[in-house]
């Protein structure tokens, strides 16, 4: 498959102008700039909320005056990550893609189709003047990826439709009707570093290659987290022969499972070549506990020069902080129809030493409200007990599923029409605005559903190009079909 398969054309040209512009979590002023300029240069109304949301409105065409208000909306952000080798800035050029048989992709960095193809349908869609709709409002929101930030600054009444699309789903032919809510607790140690003491053998090991992914959703896909390796050797360590640390860095975004980390630590002289064996022997064990999903994994360990370290007690409760907290799943939905679904997890996503100070961020999520604070206080606990400042966010809530939705009921029966075959309907571990959504409009009857991606938030973003299309006609035989205003 060549550029010119890429259908619908209409909303493919739009991605293309879309991953020209920077759009980094927090900074997407460039983006905000782009979509007030495209809404008022046809003559949109378009308006621009004090948090950076943008909402642009398009009349109803000929003989649909009288349909519902549907909101369509997407996120403009997109997560920022690149292979290790690959010189590129984020906050200057533009996203390099390919055409690999039906996947579009990226190169050596994050695709942006989250949820980049989103904003490009709803562009394709105020750009168009053959399509059969009522009234939309096309929103386009800011800082969805660390901490929907957008969506929770957005004042009630931006929004005037009673029914939302959200197209920032990830499987086509999936709908969801729900998603988790989730909280993030970031714990600091703090200390005054020290010389090291003279007898010490400096080591610097690493891990990378790690598949990563959506902390949310890859979550169950028995993927290895990079820091939670190497603490599990540093603890291994530290209990047979104890250790200086002196730094210890892995991880990013705080919804990303974490590909890479490294350790800087000393040992005593006579137990180095020891500790060298450990590793080789620890490397063996680690590719063998994760040979199905793992295959990319690459361990090093090298000499190198003495560092400062932390003082002992710090380092030595730090390493077992991160040995005892939660990783993963830790509970599977009760219901007995949504048993594959995960009900509650946490995710240690990011590690960072600076000159006086360690700084851990760990994400909880969950669909059940009571579940999440129970997560999230396990978490704290765990830190607390080590002796770290912990803080927590407020997070975001779930999204409860609607059981007599009106808007669920026409997105099955247009699927099931142009498709001849059942969707699934689905909650999504994950958070999604709609979340937010639900707490200040209430009212609000939503879904979700969006192309297939496959591995999101990591350089092997990948777009399934036949989806597109799919979601395209199935989104516009839902237009043509809202119901006539109550």
């Excluded at 939670?228 to 291994?236: E, H, S, T, V």
């Excluded at 100070?357 to 206080?377: K, T, Y």
């Amino acid at each position: 498959m060549n550029k010119s398969n890429l259908k619908p054309t209409c909303v493919f040209e739009q991605f293309a102008k879309i991953n020209q512009i920077p759009r980094p979590s927090k900074r997407e002023e460039r983006m905000i700039d782009f979509l007030k300029d495209f809404g008022e240069s046809r003559g949109f109304e378009t308006i621009v909320d004090e948090t950076g949301n943008v909402l642009i409105r398009k009349a109803a065409t000929p003989g649909y005056e009288n349909r519902e208000t549907v909101i369509l909306q997407s996120h403009m952000d997109m997560v920022c990550e690149k292979l290790v080798d690959v010189d590129f800035d984020f906050d200057k050029d533009a996203i390099q893609t390919y055409v690999d048989g039906e996947w579009l992709k990226a190169k050596g960095t994050t695709l942006g189709a989250d949820d980049g193809i989103g904003c490009a349908i709803e562009l394709a869609i105020l750009d168009s003047n053959d399509i059969e709709h009522g009234p939309l409002e096309c929103v386009f929101t800011r800082d969805e990826e660390t901490g929907l930030t957008g969506a929770e600054g957005m004042q009630s009444g931006f929004m005037t439709g009673n029914m939302l699309i959200n197209l920032d789903s990830e499987d086509e032919g999936q709908i969801f009707v729900s998603c988790a809510g989730g909280r993030n607790t970031t714990a600091t140690f703090h200390f005054k570093k020290e010389k090291a003491p003279a007898d010490l053998f400096f080591i610097k090991a690493s891990l990378k290659g790690l598949i990563g992914g959506h902390s949310g959703d890859d979550i169950n896909k028995k993927r290895a987290n990079a820091i939670k390796i190497l603490a599990r050797f540093l603890y291994q360590t530290q209990e047979r022969y104890g250790l200086r640390l002196a730094s210890f860095n892995g991880g990013k975004l705080h919804n990303a499972i974490p590909r890479d980390g490294v350790i800087v630590f000393g040992v005593a002289q006579e137990v180095k070549e020891q500790v060298r064996a450990d590793w080789n022997v620890f490397a063996v064990q680690i590719e063998e506990e994760y040979h199905v999903t793992e295959k990319t994994m690459q361990f090093n360990m090298e000499s190198t020069d003495a560092e400062s370290v932390m003082p002992l007690e710090t380092s030595t409760k730090l390493i077992q902080a991160l040995q005892a907290v939660d990783n993963g799943v830790f509970a599977m939905c009760q219901d007995e129809e949504l048993a594959w679904l995960v009900e509650t997890s946490n995710n240690v996503a990011s590690v960072e030493t600076t000159a006086d100070e360690v700084r851990i961020v760990a994400s909880q999520r969950s669909n059940v409200m009571s579940a999440l604070d129970n997560q999230a206080a396990t978490i704290k606990a765990v830190f607390q007990l080590a002796g770290a400042d912990v803080v927590q966010g407020d997070g975001y809530p779930a999204w409860k599923m609607n059981p007599n939705s009106a808007l669920t009921a026409l997105t099955v029966d247009t699927y099931v029409k142009l498709f001849g075959k059942n969707p699934q309907v689905l909650g999504i571990h994950a958070g999604l605005e709609c979340g937010l959504f639900s707490e200040k409009y209430p009212h609000l009857d939503m879904v979700s559903f969006g192309p297939t991606l496959r591995g999101v938030h990591s350089p092997d973003e990948r777009l399934l190009i036949p989806t597109v299309q799919m979601v395209w006609d199935h989104l516009l035989e839902i237009l043509k079909n809202i119901p006539v205003k109550a």
